[in-house]
């Protein structure tokens, strides 16, 4: 699985939008951007996925560069809630066994 | 909505015990999933599973082991607890070959060794 590059953290203020960056630039033709986040004393959640083009669901959306090299996940009106680690992960085709790899995250701290 | 429990939230035990760590999950995957957390090492993989007795290594498997005997339940093993082994444990989840490939993680188990 190719190896995701985050800043450690970022801020952001409320009802902004939040753009949080990731660097994949080893990422192979078939490699999906996964993005989880996990807000304090809680477990990891599902934010958004994508594998070529920009995705949008009720969350967030995923920007992904044309040469698949480097990603952003936006929250567009980030609230106090929205205040989490965020992941962002590269993993292969779905198949038995296959595991996402976590790395450190960027802590994102919204402000009031 | 899919279920990921695990069966303890806090656990205090002593260096030398064995820990048993059970995790449930109502949905009917096939891929279990044992990770710890530890601050500024984020998620790191013990073990997991992708069907019925069938185990893999993770990034992280010594001093532990896993148990897989019903589909929906996997157990991680502490066979002698260690200091260094005091962590948060995460179980997660997934199907195979459908959906989103997300993982549901169930909301962890804060170990302490003493």
């Known amino acids: 699985d190719a190896k995701t590059t985050q800043p450690t953290s970022m801020d952001c203020a409320e009802g902004r939008a939040a753009n949080l960056p990731c660097n994949h630039s080893?990422?192979?033709?078939?490699?999906?951007v996964y993005w989880y986040r996990q807000i304090h004393s809680q477990g990891p959640q599902y934010i958004i996925h994508g594998l070529k083009n920009n995705e949008t669901n009720e969350m967030a959306s995923l920007i992904i560069t044309e040469d698949r090299k480097s990603s952003t996940l936006i929250l567009p009106h980030a609230t106090l809630r929205d205040t989490a680690v965020y992941y962002c992960i590269v993993r292969g085709p779905m198949e038995y066994g296959n595991k996402l790899v976590f790395g450190a995250g960027t802590i994102l701290r919204v402000k009031s | 909505d899919v279920k990921v429990t695990q069966s303890s939230r806090y656990l205090v035990k002593r260096t030398g015990e064995k820990v048993f760590l059970e995790c449930v999950q109502d949905?009917?995957?096939?891929?279990m999933f044992w990770y710890r957390q530890d601050p500024g090492l984020g998620l790191r993989l013990i073990y997991f599973?992708?069907?019925?007795?069938?185990?893999e290594k993770g990034d992280i498997p010594e001093g532990y082991s896993v148990s897989r005997e019903k589909k929906e339940r996997f157990s991680l093993i502490l066979e002698s607890a260690s200091t260094n082994q005091t962590s948060m444990y995460l179980c997660a989840s997934s199907l195979v070959n459908a959906g989103t490939g997300e993982l549901f993680f169930g909301e962890g188990s804060r170990l302490t060794v003493l």
């Open positions: 599973s992708y069907d019925v007795k069938m185990k």
């Open positions: 080893t990422i192979s033709g078939n490699e999906y």
């Open positions: 949905m009917d995957h096939e891929n």
